[in-house]
């Protein structure tokens, strides 16, 4: 009995030495893995090129639509894309954060390009610098850009003709002839807008024969030189025209599309005017649903940033590239418009 | 090893046993300390950067300031003190982190590092067009400076909000993942500080016990159980050597409780003897008095006595010779049997008849008897020793005639037997003596051996109660009276 005692004191004894081990080692394995864990967090991957992506409104879901895929795009390829105008404290003008880019060293930059003498000259700059610039979007045609990631404006003109002429065949329009008001960028001495313009007309006028009514087609300059001014601008035009509303308005971007389609909501002219926008943000797929926006030109942002860094890869291998990447572009309107949200769902669930 | 350290002294044991204990305690608490410490460091490191940066700013300011005041003044101080700011501000900028990575903050810190090299150079140059007296290239450089100063101040502006944005970030996180530690480390502190106590607990028991079995096992010796198995030894410590000497002590008095056990036998043996030989010298003292006064012989004889006194004519001796037969045949007939009070007073008579010739008729004896009261039974040989006593201690010494009266009468339901003498009486001493049964030292020289005591030992007996008895005396020279009481309900049934 005794014996039996004895032996369970002493596996008592053991068992508890072994629980205050056991716990001495359970509290080092915490710290360790602890310290792991932090160790990871400053772990960090590294990058073998950094590019620099330069746009005036960065914050629009457009932009940031394709700074995300570019980023993406850049990943594959071991490179690290910065939205560089993110970070800063302060606002920089497009030709000062060239500058700043240009003076980072960056390996290469996307910018959104225009067609003034400042972004020419910062273009050169860069180039002097070794340093290739892509323009998005937007082109800067004098410079020495190595390529122009966008969309073709004749296309995209010519889509706007057949969604004009669509609108004018389906839909009844009031006066004698329909009034087109395409929005474009006052400071912008853009031959694009040009090409948009008359590709427009061009699409028209092939099919005047099937128009019942006549169709006017003019230019409204929109203000986009400062920060609040497109706002201001759309809003002004259906103030002081309240008599003379256009039948269809035609945005070129997203804020112009987002701004016309808030002002038509808020004075109650859904119905009399029709917008035709451009790019497929929340907002605006929202305003086709509702049905005040007849339909909007989407633009295929991954294969954009694709191309950006398609682009810039091949330029820093190769020494060269192609100069124009021309992105697909698609009609979205109340009829496919659930389809795409759909299909854009699955894509952002899909990685 | 197990048994060397078993035979560690208690002392060193128990200092063993504290020691490894608050080497646990110290092990732990070494390990909490340590993974404080760290992330106490972590937490430090986390400001340390934002200093840095601070730092920077202070520097490149410096540059840009003695830049501008050199070409204010074009002073060789201005121009030494930008020299060595720029050299303290291209120094720092070399700690910058050159690579590119998710956080944005290794590529701004990039970006001021490449932008710090353009902004020294154009500096440099700056001064360089100054000294040369190139006016417009310097105001030109100036300009480009100033604008990329104007940049990297506001990179290191951004740079320091985001880092504290981080750090801000990283020091809750680090907070709570601190204070999380903290409460574990307490939870196991307690912990381990029950463990130890139920540790110390466990192992003292077990050093003590064999003390304690030592303890159990003097108990069982003190109740004077000493047929126990000895204690094992379990360590050649302190326990150890008492734990022998008990195991020595308890054998030892096994050993000298058997001496004394044999000691006594002998001893007893040796008394039992003694007493056997005493016996068998009383047997045959016995066996030999017996003999001697064989009745059976004596009143044998003394009828052979009778009948030749008979033959001869002599009448009276005859008489004499048959009572005295008589007498002795009852003596040895009822020695030891229940009589009647007739038969006891015919004894009487033969007695007074025999002592009446013996002494020529100096007893005067009187009867008054009941004679309903005959035929209560008694116990033999009673009233004769009380008459010889009369005759003995009463009658003989005295002067003038020896009276005796024998009275039988009927006091309620007890038969009352009166024995009357006018001797010398007795003192009261005597009387008590008689009364207790104790035997009177002289007492020995009664005829027939039966005593006083005997007789009074034997009445008691018979009645079954004390006062069966009294004796009276009212002083000296007025003789004595004996008094027996006997429960007559008993006749009615003989």
Redesign the interface.
């Known amino acids: 009995m005794k014996k039996v005692r004895g032996y369970l004191n002493s596996i008592i004894i053991w068992a508890i030495t072994g629980v205050l081990v056991c716990l001495t080692g359970l509290l080092i394995f915490f710290f360790i893995s602890y310290s792991k864990t932090l160790r990871k967090t400053e772990q960090k991957e590294h990058y073998d090129k950094y590019y620099a992506m330069i746009s005036t409104d960065s914050k629009s879901s457009f932009w940031q639509s394709l700074y995300k895929s570019t980023f993406e795009a850049g990943k594959e390829k071991n490179a690290y894309v910065d939205m560089i105008s993110e970070n800063l404290s302060k606002e920089y003008s497009e030709t000062e954060l060239m500058e700043i880019a240009i003076a980072s060293g960056v390996d290469g930059i996307i910018v959104e390009a225009n067609e003034s003498d400042e972004m020419t000259e910062a273009i050169h700059k860069a180039y002097e610098m070794g340093i290739p610039v892509v323009t998005l979007n937007t082109d800067n045609r004098k410079s020495e850009r190595i390529s122009f990631v966008g969309i073709s404006n004749y296309e995209l003109g010519s889509e706007y003709g057949k969604l004009v002429l669509s609108m004018a065949t389906s839909k009844p329009f009031p006066d004698e002839s329909i009034k087109v008001v395409v929005l474009v960028d006052a400071n912008a001495d853009d031959l694009g807008q040009n090409i948009l313009f008359s590709a427009m007309q061009e699409t028209i006028e092939s099919a005047s024969k099937v128009i019942v009514k006549p169709i006017e087609m003019s230019m409204f300059l929109v203000d986009e030189s400062s920060n609040f001014s497109v706002e201001e601008s759309v809003r002004n035009m259906f103030i002081e025209n309240r008599n003379d509303l256009p039948d269809i308005v035609v945005c070129l971007n997203e804020i112009d599309t987002t701004s016309v389609y808030q002002t038509v909501v808020e004075y109650n002219d859904v119905g009399l005017v029709n917008i035709l926008g451009y790019y497929d943000s929340e907002a605006i797929l929202k305003g086709i649903e509702r049905n005040v926006i007849y339909a909007t030109i989407s633009i295929d942002a991954k294969q954009m940033g694709q191309y950006c860094i398609d682009a810039l890869s091949e330029y820093l291998e190769y020494g060269n590239t192609s100069q124009y990447f021309v992105a697909d572009v698609s009609v979205i309107n109340s009829s496919n418009v659930s389809a795409y949200r759909e299909e854009e769902e699955n894509e952002n669930k899909a990685p | 090893m197990k048994t060397k350290l078993r035979n560690l002294p208690l002392q060193v044991k128990m200092m063993g046993i504290t020691l490894s204990v608050n080497l646990?305690v110290f092990?732990?608490n070494i390990?909490?300390l340590?993974?404080i410490n760290?992330m106490a460091d972590?937490i430090d490191t986390v400001y340390r950067a934002n200093l840095e940066l601070n730092e920077l700013s202070a520097s490149i300011k410096a540059v840009q300031d003695n830049m501008t005041e050199f070409l204010n003044t074009k002073t060789s101080d201005a121009l030494e003190d930008y020299y060595k700011s720029a050299q303290e501000y291209e120094e720092m900028v070399e700690d910058l982190d050159s690579?590119?990575?998710?956080?944005?903050l290794?590529?701004?810190q990039?970006?001021i590092k490449?932008?710090s090299y353009?902004?020294l150079n154009e500096v440099e140059q700056t001064i360089e067009a100054k000294r040369g007296r190139n006016v417009e290239k310097y105001r030109e450089r100036y300009d480009d400076a100033t604008?990329?100063y104007g940049?990297i101040n506001?990179?290191i502006?951004?740079?320091n909000?985001?880092q504290f944005k981080e750090n801000s970030e990283n020091y809750r996180g680090l907070v709570t993942?601190f204070r999380r530690?903290e409460t574990?480390?307490n939870l196991?502190m307690i912990?381990?500080i029950f463990?130890?106590a139920?540790?110390i607990l466990?192992?003292t028991?077990?050093l003590i016990?064999p003390l304690r079995?030592l303890k159990g096992m003097a108990d069982e010796v003190a109740k004077g159980n000493f047929e126990i198995a000895s204690l094992p030894v379990e360590a050649e410590d302190e326990i150890g050597v008492v734990t022998k000497a008990f195991n020595k002590m308890v054998v030892s008095i096994q050993d000298y409780i058997e001496k004394m056990r044999k000691s006594a036998e002998t001893e007893r043996e040796l008394k039992e003897k003694e007493l056997k030989m005493e016996a068998h010298l009383k047997d045959a003292q016995l066996k030999y008095l017996q003999a001697q006064i064989n009745p059976h012989f004596l009143f044998n004889t003394l009828n052979a006595g009778a009948q030749l006194a008979m033959m001869e004519g002599a009448d009276r001796t005859y008489e004499y010779v048959q009572v005295m037969a008589e007498f002795f045949r009852y003596n040895v007939k009822k020695g030891e049997k229940t009589v009647t009070i007739g038969e006891e007073l015919e004894l009487v008579d033969n007695y007074i008849y025999i002592l009446n010739v013996r002494f020529s008729g100096e007893i005067h004896y009187e009867k008054e008897i009941d004679s309903s009261l005959l035929n209560v039974p008694m116990p033999a040989m009673i009233l004769q020793p009380i008459i010889e006593n009369c005759v003995n201690h009463g009658i003989r010494d005295m002067m003038g005639e020896g009276k005796i009266k024998m009275s039988v009468y009927r006091l309620d339901d007890v038969a009352c037997i009166c024995i009357e003498d006018n001797g010398i009486g007795m003192d009261q001493e005597t009387i008590e003596h008689l009364m207790n049964g104790t035997p009177i030292s002289s007492s020995k020289k009664s005829s027939n051996g039966i005593g006083m005591d005997n007789v009074m030992a034997r009445l008691k007996l018979f009645v079954g109660s004390e006062d069966v008895m009294s004796v009276e005396s009212e002083g000296e020279n007025k003789g004595s009276k004996f008094k027996i009481y006997l429960d007559i309900k008993e006749t009615d049934d003989v």
């Open positions: 646990l092990m732990i390990v909490l340590f993974s760290s972590k690579g590119v990575s998710e956080k944005a290794d590529r701004m990039r970006s490449n932008m353009i902004y604008k990329l940049y506001t990179y502006y951004s740079l909000n985001e993942s530690f574990a480390g196991i912990v381990v463990a130890n139920l540790l466990k192992l028991e077990q016990r079995n």
